[in-house]
């Protein structure tokens, strides 16, 4: 039978169909809206060429007279559905002020109309476990000129390329053989590990914040040992209910195993079910069933751990295994409600942290000796003040992070804790040292690696150290949208914006509505010129905030920057006493100097540093501020803060 000839695109993982106007990955098919994929399509077409916004919208609108926001919103979908930026992996560069380039490889080939699928494949042929051609370039892709001509081939030609690879693979495994047995040998050891959120078996959902409670807390019991990679909590958390296959999840997170699980609460009794699994081959290792009291929770969930650590085979030093036997005595009441509001916390707003302050206070009540619900507070106030509520809250994260200490000196959360609050209060070597013993007490703890690398290195233009610790914390909690953000930041105030930009990306494609990386986003477009794109990432920021009147404001003067910045000045309107609120005095100095209005902005820097404003801790990193720099005004201020 007859078909007609038909161009395909191929890049990455993507096949591009013009006649059928589809997107598949693999097997996926992906419809696209008609205006993305003529989008797509152009881009594609283009053999990496620089297209300008004029030609790409003279090209996809040819009839309408339509707005620039229309191909911004068109690539921001595109970049969300071919998950450009993460992994590594870039499809579609932005050229500040000019337009786009499509930066991936693109093969075009040749497939029959109408007939999906049926593209030559340069799969050896087999049992499906054999690696594609394509596969095995990306792989090696570090190796590979990063443009590749494209390859027109025969069926007859692509069964000899097919015969070939097969011939090559064969000569390599039988080359590689002997190193076989010791890859074998390594991969039997288990030195990473993520706790799968367990279920809930009480068929009762006002529970599930005790289940989760239970996780948390095997988490943190693993995550003391210094020979266990343990995957944070924020990462696993998104695993709940899944019905993936569990070498999936191993890979997803990279941990050799898993431990799955349940908990069953009824009255004052509880029962806990563990199981570990190695990841790779779904096969169970060791399974085990506690009950108690739940006065004696604690005693049950260290048990659990001591035995995972126990059947991986781990070496403990006498002070990790001292750790998992110490059991603190807590009252069951004031512990309940501590679980209640580490649930609560866990949705990471403002009326989450106020929700969680309640419960802890209620526990701290009830259990005056009882450390963590002061640790909870501090954590609390401390991110009350970083998400632009003041300096105000500072000084009560800090008094109780110390009464914590004062109580358990062996909590590494309280130290932690400690440590944020000491920055902001612009305690730089009280909070290093705090941070040395929060990681040393548990290195596992991705949010102290995170605040270590945020809040301290960056602000002192450490930023290599500052990157690697934030990788650390990525490592932990590989699926966290914050810690990405913040790594994107630490790039952005190195001066790598291709890194941030990257990084923004990925947080965009897995979780658009992450409010804190549009705001970095802002800053990053702020930064390359790119002012109608920082103005769109500011209205979004402001609208995922519940900010709609001011976003609504600044949305009908973004086609006139300039005024747009002189209103978020001024003594008068409601941008100007938005922008007087209390934590974002800080955020009155931009305007101004994207106005060239250095005196104002210097004015603006010296009322921020009389609020503690927290942003002043980037005071001597923020590109943003570089204009200043030179200005003797502006290195006393720095001395003011105790910057070197």
């Known amino acids: 039978m007859h078909h007609a000839v038909n161009h395909l695109y191929e890049f990455g993982p993507f096949q591009l169909d013009p006649a059928e106007r589809v997107l598949r990955r693999g097997a996926e098919r992906i419809d696209l809206p008609p205006r993305v994929f003529d989008t797509l399509l152009v881009l594609a077409e283009s053999d990496g060429r620089l297209l300008s916004k004029d030609d790409l919208m003279d090209r996809i609108w040819p009839d309408s007279a339509v707005e620039e926001n229309n191909l911004t919103q068109a690539i921001y979908l595109l970049r969300k559905v071919l998950q ?143 020979e266990l990679k343990v995957v944070s909590k924020t990462s696993v958390m998104q695993y709940k209910g899944t019905r993936k296959a569990l070498p999936q999840i191993g890979r997803e997170l990279g941990v050799d195993a898993v431990v799955e699980g349940s908990v069953l609460r009824s009255g004052g009794q509880v029962r806990i079910t563990a199981q570990l699994i190695r990841a790779s081959t779904d096969r169970h290792i060791w399974a085990q069933s506690y009950e108690g009291d739940l006065k004696n929770i604690l005693t049950l969930q260290a048990n659990v751990a001591e035995a995972i650590t126990d059947e991986v085979r781990l ?93 358990d000196d062996s909590l590494a959360e309280a130290h932690r804790s400690l440590a944020a609050a000491y920055v902001l209060e612009w305690k730089w070597n009280e909070a290093e040292q705090e941070f040395n013993r929060a990681l040393a007490l548990n290195p596992n703890d991705a949010q102290a690696h995170q605040w270590y690398g945020n809040l301290f290195l960056g602000p002192l233009a450490r930023h290599r150290e500052a990157v690697a610790e934030l990788r650390r914390g990525l490592d932990l909690d590989p699926l966290s949208p914050s810690i990405r953000t913040d790594l994107g930041f630490a790039y952005f105030l190195a001066g790598d914006y291709d890194a941030a930009f990257q990084e923004y990306q990925s947080v965009l494609a897995s979780t658009p509505n992450f409010i804190p990386v549009h705001y970095d986003l802002m800053l990053y477009y702020q930064q390359r010129g790119m002012q109608h794109e920082a103005i769109q990432e500011l209205i979004e920021d402001l609208n995922l905030s519940g900010d709609q009147e001011t976003a609504r404001a600044i949305a009908q003067l973004s086609d006139n920057p300039g005024k747009l910045y002189a209103e978020m000045v001024s003594s008068t309107g409601m941008l100007g006493k938005r922008y007087r609120m209390p934590g974002l005095e800080s955020r009155r100095v931009l305007p101004y100097l994207w106005l060239g209005d250095k005196r104002s902005a210097l004015a603006a820097l010296q009322r921020a540093i009389e609020a503690r404003d927290t942003e002043m801790i980037y005071l001597k990193v923020d590109p943003d501020w570089a204009p200043l720099r030179n200005d003797p005004r502006f290195q006393e201020l720095e001395r003011r803060i105790g910057l070197p």
């Open 84 to 226: 450009d930026g993460e992994a590594g992996t870039r499809y579609i560069e932005t050229v500040p002020k000019r337009g786009y380039r499509f930066v991936s490889s693109v093969r075009r080939t040749e497939g029959t109309a109408g007939t999906p699928g049926s593209t030559p494949s340069l799969s050896p042929a087999g049992n499906g476990t054999g690696t594609s051609a394509t596969d095995w370039m990306d792989a090696h892709h570090s190796g590979v000129p990063s443009r590749v001509p494209a390859v027109r081939t025969t069926s007859g030609q692509t069964l000899l390329i097919a015969l070939s690879m097969a011939v090559v693979l064969a000569v390599a495994v039988f080359l590689l053989r002997p190193s076989l047995p010791a890859r074998g040998k390594a991969a039997g050891s288990i030195r990473s590990i993520a706790v799968l959120p367990l279920q809930n078996l009480s068929n009762d959902e006002s529970q599930e914040y005790f289940a989760d409670g239970m996780t948390d807390e095997l988490i943190t019991d693993l995550a003391q040992i210094r």
């Open 315 to 407: 070496s403990l030093s006498a002070e990790e295994r001292n750790r998992l036997h110490l059991v603190r005595n807590y009252n069951p009441q004031a512990y309940d409600l501590y679980l209640r509001g580490r649930y609560a916390f866990r949705r990471r707003d403002v009326a989450a942290f106020r929700e969680a302050m309640g419960y802890y206070e209620q526990a701290a009540a009830l259990d005056p000796k009882f450390a963590l619900a002061y640790t909870g507070l501090s954590d609390c106030y401390t991110l009350l003040a970083l998400f632009g509520d003041g300096y105000r809250w500072v000084p009560d994260a800090t008094a109780n992070a110390q009464r914590a200490l004062a109580l």
